[in-house]
């Protein structure tokens, strides 16, 4: 039988934690009967990463809000036959829906994170009611994890039936062989060989919460950052890091097979969906230190010790594993042993059980 062609639909082609998902998703549903198509804009690394794993891509520029990205998807549904869309984040949803509508295809759309709270009040207002709107023509919503799922049924984005819960996975045995060993992937990033270093993979964006991280190293002894990232916030970021122990190296493509270098990672997000980034440092075995939010919480577990969103409570956890190697130690064992209820394989088994739901397969 042939393969059922789906097309996925993203507003940015820069490594993240989202299209870093819908990689890992678009190799899995490879075989397992269907055949994906991506689109997006040509913005970022991930175009060729795509077209290396053997995904077709085309360039539409769902990065910028118009009928322009909207009548090219639906003419892309009728030339290739796409059979279902599944449309990844905010601008990507609003595109990929309303071609998917006008092109007769079902439409699935996952959030990958609710964030609008940065949004003035009107903004607000017009977001919620036009992702309500969004929902009536949208045959499944995918949430990566009960926090956002329950997050997303309070505001009235999704109905009781129309919402799976499907958690972001990793591959284990991939990040594994992929990653640099320390030593390796410290000369990588130009580090010395005995520093403690903290490390974190984001947007750089105010939700992540890197001011905290920035702040904390005043107070971290001899402590370095590196963020690997880059966004909106860098150039106020690089401002208020006031010290050379802070470093910005940009975005990296496949960023994870760098982790080995960090002797801690952080987070100190203010929200979150499920983060990718926090699952690849946990299984490649690295101490956690993250804020107390309910997505953390989800992923390491309710016994695992999470961090006050300030810039102390994270400079002193940042200093209390440093002095007590054993204990980094029993969190990166704790964190390595919770990650395998994050599976890439049973994320992508969900997809493709859902994808055969919404087409009556």
Excluded: C, W
Excluded at 175 to 197: H, I, M, P, W, Y
Excluded at 253 to 282: C, H, N, Q, W
Excluded at 299 to 315: E, I, K, N, Q
Aim: aromatic share 4%.
């Amino acid at each position: 039988m042939t393969d059922v062609p789906v097309l996925h639909v993203v507003s940015s082609m820069q490594p993240g934690g989202g299209p870093a998902v819908v990689r890992a998703l678009a190799r899995g549903l490879k075989t397992r009967g269907f055949a994906p198509l991506v689109a997006g804009p040509d913005d970022g690394a991930l175009v060729d990463a795509f077209r290396a794993d053997g995904v077709d891509v085309a360039i539409v520029p769902t990065n910028r809000l118009g009928v322009s990205a909207v009548a090219r998807l639906a003419r892309l549904m009728r030339d290739r036959r796409i059979r279902l869309v599944h449309s990844h984040g905010k601008g990507a949803g609003l595109h990929a829906r309303l071609a998917a509508r006008g092109a007769g295809v079902p439409a699935v759309h996952t959030f990958h994170g609710i964030h609008f709270e940065g949004f003035s009040a009107p903004a607000r207002v017009t977001y919620l009611a036009l992702e309500r709107a969004l929902a009536r023509i949208t045959a499944r919503a995918v949430f990566v994890s009960q926090t956002e799922h329950a997050e997303a049924r309070r505001l009235r984005l999704v109905s009781a039936s129309a919402g799976r819960v499907i958690p972001n996975g990793v591959d284990h045995a991939g990040l594994t062989a992929a990653a640099l060993d320390r030593l390796a992937a410290r000369k990588s990033l130009g580090l010395g060989e005995t520093a403690f270093v903290v490390g974190a993979v984001a947007r750089l964006d105010p939700v992540k919460g890197l001011d905290v991280l920035v702040d904390a190293m005043r107070d971290a002894g001899t402590a370095e950052l590196v963020v690997i990232g880059d966004g909106p916030q860098r150039r106020a970021l690089e401002a208020r890091a006031k010290t050379s122990r802070v470093r910005f190296a940009g975005a990296i493509g496949d960023a994870a097979r760098l982790l080995r270098a960090f002797d801690v990672y952080a987070t100190a997000s203010a929200k979150e969906g499920l983060p990718i980034a926090v699952l690849e440092a946990m299984a490649l075995g690295r101490p956690i230190v993250a804020s107390d939010i309910p997505a953390h919480r989800e992923v390491l577990g309710t016994d695992y010790p999470l961090t006050p969103r300030t810039a102390p409570a994270f400079a002193e956890a940042f200093a209390a594993l440093a002095r007590d190697p054993r204990r980094a130690a029993d969190l990166a064992g704790r964190a390595e042993r919770r990650v395998k209820d994050f599976d890439f394989e049973q994320m992508a088994d969900a997809m493709a059980r859902l994808y055969r739901e919404v087409l009556l397969l």
